[in-house]
């Protein structure tokens, strides 16, 4: 069963000796601590040890010396620096309780102890395991939001905890300043209680709960059958794709992500599309956001919001939104490359709403987009709003016909859509949409208008004879697979799968925030009078729009997420890019009841 755990099913570590060099790491971390400044009587036994034994002693880091120490002589050094034998550490390759180092694994055991406490607490210890291999340590009142959120109800996972520390011995709890950098908040000089997997174990709690994850006890055939034949067809293929790009393409991922930006990828896809260029772009940064990263705030790193947006175009049928949110990002039968993250993106072309409904329950806790190329024919059914306004709030459903009814579960993922308008003279707009609730999904969206011009029906038709000639698809051959591995590689990192990078945040400070009012104040003063009947001016946009403009410009600073070594803050060009698409939105949204020119001489020109 262990050989089953190999690089192959996780997609994270080589075979052989670099596995057990990893686990000799974490061991030799963990037993001697000789990297902390206070155990230096621990480094003098160190030293003499390694001098003794011949071995180079100028340097005792534990990367060095679980390179240079046979495993006998791994053995004896810790037996003569070893003095806690409470420490325990259960490796595919080693095991340490008692006091005693042994050379054999200890997953067969884990992987016994962990399926039995899985078929005991069910959708509950699941959930507890889910949440604590997202994050390395968190506060019990942490990793009970998380439980919850993954659960669909209020979790509380103390027992569980327990039992997995002090049962199973899997999992450990430390006191922790709070003055630290880590998931909770407060001041310095009191300590909290956090709680952890053991790390050396962690990458057999995430492939046992990908193998049984089936253990959510799911209301519907529906999404029982969506879990069978697409979640663990969409995770194999995400897996399969982290693994070979971890075998072959790493180093130069890593290279490419510590030059590329937002620019960078703005000048690409101009190249391609010209005046089109930025449908695939926010396209594209969509698929950067389904990280779910944190947004916090510069003064006390708060959590403000997360990157994870729903996207929307419509407008003129035969405008090119389909090509954006779906071939682009997934590929195409005519030889244009997927962008998009592998195995996250979910089409759902000629699904009705209500089965939508029941097989989202099979992606509960999972970040994940799912592309809806006809979201007008969504709507044709009653009483679609609310639950799909619900989702797209990330909020708890809960659905009932006369022939089913679907436990309440958490909507944990996002939408890319489109879908048909009507356009009138001076270009004001209509959803086709009937459904007088509409705009309350709309509001919910990060939209985008498309009329068929004369100037964008040469762009798209110029498009089209590249696409029929093969030129774009020639063009894209080598930079969509960078783009695809760099994006996949900070997916990989900021939702756990990838531990050589810790997740980063994407940190706002107040002149961002600032310049995104300034600019909405510029646009409310420009409005023209659209009478609420009450002597008031109408604002036709709600609050969120400012909201999705700064989750639009942390989005695409996330792209930079190689050339910071902490958070992230938002670069200028992304600042602009966003800043263009709130001018734009509110232009559309106001029916062109204000000068754009006028408005945008009040940011920076993007070039």
């Not at 996972?157 to 450990?172: H, T």
């Not at 809960?398 to 003279?425: A, L, W």
């Not at 410009?553 to 050339?563: G, H, I």
């Amino acid at each position: 069963m262990i050989d089953m755990m190999s690089s192959n099913s996780n997609g994270m570590l080589d075979e052989g000796e670099e596995w057990r060099k990893k686990e000799r790491t974490i061991l030799l971390r963990r037993l001697l601590g000789v990297e902390r400044p206070e155990n230096y009587t621990q480094r003098v036994k160190v030293i003499k040890y390694l001098e003794q034994e011949g071995l180079p002693s100028n340097d005792v880091d534990v990367e060095t010396l679980a390179s240079i120490l046979r495993d006998d002589q791994l053995e004896s050094l810790l037996m003569l620096t070893c003095t806690n034998s409470t420490v325990v550490f259960k490796g595919r390759y080693y095991t340490f309780s008692n006091g005693m180092l042994q050379h054999r694994g200890s997953w067969d055991i884990v992987r016994k102890d962990l399926t039995e406490f899985l078929n005991a607490h069910g959708r509950k210890g699941y959930a507890l395991l889910k949440a604590m291999l997202e994050v390395d340590t968190d506060t019990i009142a942490g990793i009970m939001a998380k439980a919850s959120e993954v659960y669909g109800e209020r979790l509380n996972p103390i027992n569980m905890l327990i039992e997995l520390r002090d049962g199973l011995r899997i999992a450990y709890s430390t006191s922790m300043d709070e003055g630290e950098r880590g998931n909770g908040e407060g001041k310095r000089g009191r300590h909290k209680t956090v709680w952890g997997i053991l790390e050396e174990v962690r990458p057999l709690v995430r492939h046992i709960l990908d193998e049984l994850c089936h253990i959510p006890r799911l209301s519907t055939r529906d999404a029982y059958m969506e879990f069978e034949y697409e979640v663990k067809r969409m995770d194999e293929e995400f897996r399969t794709y982290l693994m070979q790009l971890m075998e072959e393409r790493y180093e130069d991922t890593l290279r490419f992500g510590r030059d590329v930006t937002s620019e960078y990828i703005t000048r690409y896809l101009r190249e391609l599309f010209g005046s089109l260029y930025l449908d695939p772009l926010l396209a594209i940064a969509q698929q950067y956001s389904l990280t779910d990263s944190s947004i916090v705030s510069e003064k006390n790193h708060s959590k403000v919001m997360s990157t994870g947006f729903n996207l929307a175009l419509f407008g003129d049928p035969g405008s090119g939104k389909t090509f954006a949110i779906k071939d682009l990002i997934i590929g195409s039968e005519n030889g244009v490359p997927a962008h998009g993250l592998p195995g996250m993106n979910r089409y759902c072309g000629g699904m009705t709403p209500a089965k939508f409904i029941a097989i989202g329950e099979a992606y509960e806790g999972r970040s994940v987009n799912f592309i809806i190329t006809e979201f007008n024919d969504w709507f044709k059914y009653k009483g679609m709003v609310e639950p799909l306004k619900i989702a797209m709030e990330r909020g708890i459903i809960r659905y009932e016909t006369k022939s089913y009814s679907i436990r309440p579960y958490r909507f944990t993922s996002f939408f890319s859509v489109n879908y048909n308008t009507s356009v009138y003279n001076k270009n004001i707009y209509e959803p086709t949409i009937r459904d007088p609730n509409f705009k309350a999904v709309e509001d919910r969206m990060l939209c985008r208008l498309h009329i068929l011009t004369k100037d964008r029906y040469g762009e798209l038709a110029k498009r089209q004879s590249s696409l029929m000639k093969g030129i774009l698809q020639e063009r894209m051959a080598c930079t969509a697979g960078m783009i695809r591995d760099h994006l996949t590689l900070v997916y990989a990192i900021q939702r756990g799968y990838h531990k050589d990078f810790k997740p980063k945040q994407i940190m706002i400070n107040d002149d961002v925030v600032d310049r995104i009012r300034d600019v909405m104040d510029v646009i409310i003063e420009h409005i023209e009078d659209g009478s609420s009947g009450h002597g008031e001016y109408r604002v036709p946009f709600s609050v969120r729009l400012e909201k999705k403009t700064l989750q639009l410009a942390s989005t695409l600073a996330l792209v930079r997420f190689f050339s910071f070594n902490d958070v992230i803050t938002i670069d200028e060009y992304s600042l602009s890019i966003a800043l263009r698409y709130l001018v734009e939105e509110a232009w559309i949204r106001s029916g062109y009841t204000f000068d754009v020119k006028s408005v945008t001489s009040t940011i920076d020109r993007v070039e």
